[in-house]
């Protein structure tokens, strides 16, 4: 098992550059451990896509059509007060986002304080820097 960040998953619904290497990736392990908030993360960044001209809206109905089946396998890190409060101590050390920070912590909590037994699989530079510095093991799928 792997855990999943957002950055990760939209190739997995959408072509981009790195969707190759990240369904290899998923197809090595197909099992995705996620926080609560991934789909729904997910989804505004299809829709932005939509916005934006890169998708139109039949790509973006089967986008979610395949997220809705993904998500239905995975497990997910609900929101609690031990992910909470684990955000807040990685903004305090680490130059992230605050949904970056629930991804981490959610991240931090699924491994019950011993990261280095949950791969974390994420496209986000940052993100994976702070992963890295907290002791995960980062899967970036196309990196040799």
């Known amino acids: 098992m792997r855990f999943w960040d957002t950055s990760a998953v939209?190739?997995?619904?959408?072509?981009?550059p790195a969707t190759r290497a990240v369904v290899e990736a998923y197809e090595h392990d197909p099992e995705v451990l996620t926080w609560w908030a991934t789909e729904v993360e997910v989804i505004s960044?299809?829709?932005?896509?939509?916005?934006?001209?890169?998708?139109?809206?039949?790509?973006?109905?089967?986008?979610?059509?395949?997220?809705?089946?993904?998500?239905?396998?995975?497990?997910?890190?609900?929101?609690?007060?031990?992910?909470?409060?684990?955000a807040s101590r990685l903004l305090r050390v680490h130059a992230l986002r605050a949904a970056d920070a629930l991804q981490l912590a959610a991240a931090v909590v699924a491994s019950e304080g011993h990261p280095r037994t949950l791969p974390f699989v994420t496209l986000d530079d940052r993100l994976a820097e702070a992963a890295q510095r907290e002791g995960f093991a980062i899967v970036a799928p196309g990196e040799p």
């Open 10 to 16: 939209v190739p997995l619904l959408v072509a981009e």
């Open 45 to 86: 960044a299809l829709a932005r896509r939509e916005r934006e001209g890169a998708l139109d809206i039949s790509s973006v109905s089967e986008s979610i059509r395949r997220l809705d089946a993904l998500a239905r396998a995975w497990r997910e890190v609900q929101p609690t007060d031990g992910v909470r409060q684990a």
